[in-house]
C-alpha cells in the first residue's frame, strides 16, 4: 500500500508569491493534517480536514487556507509569501478524525526568497 | 496551554549503547502519547503510540513509557545501533481532532 504521498518534495518561491501543496492521505483514510515544521524545532499544527470539513486551526495567520477534495487528498494554500514561511511542511493522514495513529508524508521543502 | 519538552536536546553513544529519551509534557489530560523519528530533511516515521491508559508499548528494540499524572514518557532503545541515528519525537494528542503537540526533538547519534 502507498503511504502518505505529497507533491511537490521542493519548492522554491519569492516573497509575496502564491504556493499550493498537495497531499494524498493512506486509502482509506479520511483525516488530513497539516504541519509546519522549522529548521531544528518540533512540527507545528496548521490544519486538519475530515470528511471534507476543517475540524481544527491551528494558531496561523488567514493567508494559510487548505481544503480537502472527495477523493480524501488535501491542498494546502499559503498566500504572501513571507521569508519566515520557509519550512518543511508536512501532511499526515488517519482513519477518521478522533485519535488514531498519525501516518505522515516526507514533506514538502518550501524556500522562500 | 500544553507545552512539550525533549530532553536532552542531543545525544552522542558508542554503539551498543542502551539509551533513554525523556520526553514531559505539561498538561496531563492527554489521549495519547506518539513517538516518531525523523531522518535529515525527511518525514516523520510512527515509531509507538500509547493510549493514556496504557503505561507502556514495545516493538522489537523499542520500548515506550507513559506516566500520565506525572507528565512524563520514557523512549527506550536497546542495543543501539548507527542506523538509529537520527531525531526522535514525541507528540501528545489532546484535543477531540487530531492535533498533536510536538516536542523539539532529541538528535541521537549512534557511533561505530
Known amino acids: 500500500d502507498a503511504g502518505v504521498t505529497q507533491s511537490p518534495t521542493h519548492l522554491i518561491k519569492t516573497r509575496g508569491q502564491h504556493v499550493t501543496l498537495r497531499c494524498s492521505p493512506i486509502?482509506?483514510?479520511?483525516?488530513v493534517s497539516w504541519y509546519q515544521q522549522v529548521l531544528g524545532q518540533g512540527p507545528q499544527f496548521i490544519f486538519q480536514?475530515?470528511?471534507?470539513?476543517?475540524?481544527g486551526r491551528g494558531n496561523f495567520p488567514d493567508r494559510f487556507s487548505a481544503r480537502q477534495f472527495p477523493n480524501y487528498s488535501s491542498e494546502l494554500n499559503v498566500n504572501a509569501l513571507l521569508l519566515g514561511d520557509s519550512a518543511l511542511y508536512l501532511c499526515?493522514?488517519?482513519?477518521?478524525?478522533?485519535?488514531?495513529?498519525?501516518?505522515f508524508g516526507q514533506g514538502t521543502r518550501l524556500t522562500v526568497v | 496551554k500544553q507545552e512539550v519538552t525533549q530532553i536532552p536536546a542531543a545525544l552522542s553513544v558508542p554503539e551498543g549503547e542502551n539509551l533513554v529519551l525523556n520526553c514531559s509534557f505539561t498538561?496531563?489530560?492527554?489521549?495519547?502519547l506518539q513517538w516518531f523519528r525523523q531522518d535529515p530533511g525527511k518525514g516523520l516515521t510512527s515509531l509507538l503510540l500509547?493510549?493514556?491508559?496504557?503505561r507502556e508499548q514495545t516493538s522489537g528494540r523499542l520500548n515506550a513509557s507513559l506516566d500520565k499524572s506525572s507528565g512524563r514518557s520514557t523512549l527506550y532503545i536497546a542495543a543501539s545501533q548507527p542506523g538509529d541515528s537520527a531525531t526522535y519525537l514525541c507528540?501528545?494528542?489532546?484535543?477531540?481532532?487530531?492535533?498533536?503537540?510536538f516536542g523539539a526533538g532529541t538528535r541521537l547519534a549512534v557511533h561505530p
Open positions: 499526515a493522514s488517519s482513519p477518521g478524525a478522533g485519535l488514531p495513529e498519525a501516518f
Open positions: 486509502s482509506g483514510h479520511k483525516s
Open positions: 480536514y475530515y470528511e471534507k470539513e476543517e475540524r
Open positions: 498538561d496531563s489530560a492527554i489521549y495519547n
Open positions: 500509547i493510549q493514556s491508559s496504557q
Open positions: 507528540a501528545v494528542r489532546t484535543g477531540g481532532y487530531n492535533k498533536l503537540i
